[in-house]
């Protein structure tokens, strides 16, 4: 994919994609609608963050929370999934997409398991953006599953408790070859976080947008990035970050 990268550009850029419901209902349609309309925006918003030299995209697709919407929502959302790795996985392959997966894998359908592994094998040669889908996912549980290896490291002797420190809690996470985003979008004007990222989220900026999922435009998203590109990151110290790269 093209890249246009400046200094500006966020690294990575985290996404949560709230609103197709609302979206759906306001058109008096079914929520699949929704969901089935969300689909093409994560279609463009992928095209867009690589043109925009955006190096990961993380899209929360399904939470570990959502399997407790009604059975039929759940079953259509898997089959967009389905649907989405196998119509477009051959797209993202020649378009130099590198996939991976975060979230839990235990307990999921064998088919929908083997479609995840395919779709991080097929693209695992790439070198453009990394789109990193989060299905099945939820911070708390990831940091649960990664306290859990850990804890059996220790237990074995493969790891010393004080050779515990933050990059070595970070090399226990589903996004330990990941950098941190730099910025998490959500749309839909709710402000929260729902679980995503925690432990990730540290220093990013958060930009939150009114439109719904399904009316994230192209130029929403240069929107949300030209927001970013205004901020004064610090991380945690007192001259900006901008500052001490060009003194
Ligand atoms: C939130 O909208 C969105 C989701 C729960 C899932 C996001 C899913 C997609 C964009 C389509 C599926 C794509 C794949 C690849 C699985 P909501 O239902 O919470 O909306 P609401 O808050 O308005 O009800």
Redesign the pocket.
């Known amino acids: 994919m093209q890249s246009a990268s400046t200094t500006n550009t966020p690294q990575h850029v985290a996404i949560?994609?709230?609103?197709?419901?609302?979206?759906?209902?306001a058109r008096g349609l079914s929520?699949s609608a929704?969901?089935?309309k969300?689909?093409e925006?994560?279609r463009q918003v992928v095209r867009t963050a690589g043109e925009a030299g955006v190096q990961y995209l993380t899209?929360?697709?399904?939470?570990s929370e959502?399997w407790s919407?009604p059975q039929e929502?759940v079953g259509f959302?898997?089959g967009?999934?389905k649907k989405?790795?196998k119509r477009d996985l051959a797209e993202l392959r020649s378009e130099n997409v590198r996939v991976k997966i975060i979230g839990g894998r235990e307990n999921l359908q064998s088919d929908i398991l083997d479609l995840l592994i395919e779709a991080e094998e097929n693209t695992k040669q790439n070198n453009g953006l990394n789109l990193v889908?989060a299905?099945n996912y939820g911070a708390r549980d990831e940091i649960a599953r990664a306290t859990k290896r850990l804890a059996a490291d220790i237990k074995s002797g493969a790891l010393l408790p004080e050779d515990v420190c933050e990059a070595k809690i970070s090399s226990y996470l589903d996004t330990s070859d990941i950098p941190d985003p730099d910025l998490i979008i959500r749309s839909?004007g709710?402000q929260r976080l729902s679980n995503f990222l925690l432990w990730q989220a540290a220093y990013a900026e958060f930009v939150f947008v009114d439109e719904?999922?399904p009316d994230f435009t192209k130029d929403v998203f240069h929107r949300a990035l030209s927001t970013y590109c205004q901020r004064d990151r610090r991380f945690g110290g007192v001259e900006s970050a901008k500052l001490i790269a060009t003194s």
Not at 16 to 25: L, S, T
Not at 59 to 63: G, K, R
Request: no cysteine; hydrophobic share 55%.
């Open positions: 949560i994609m709230d609103g197709n419901g609302r979206w759906a209902k929520r929704g969901h089935q969300g689909v925006t994560l899209l929360f697709a399904f939470s959502n919407r929502e959302l898997m967009l999934l989405f790795i889908i299905f839909s709710e719904l999922w």
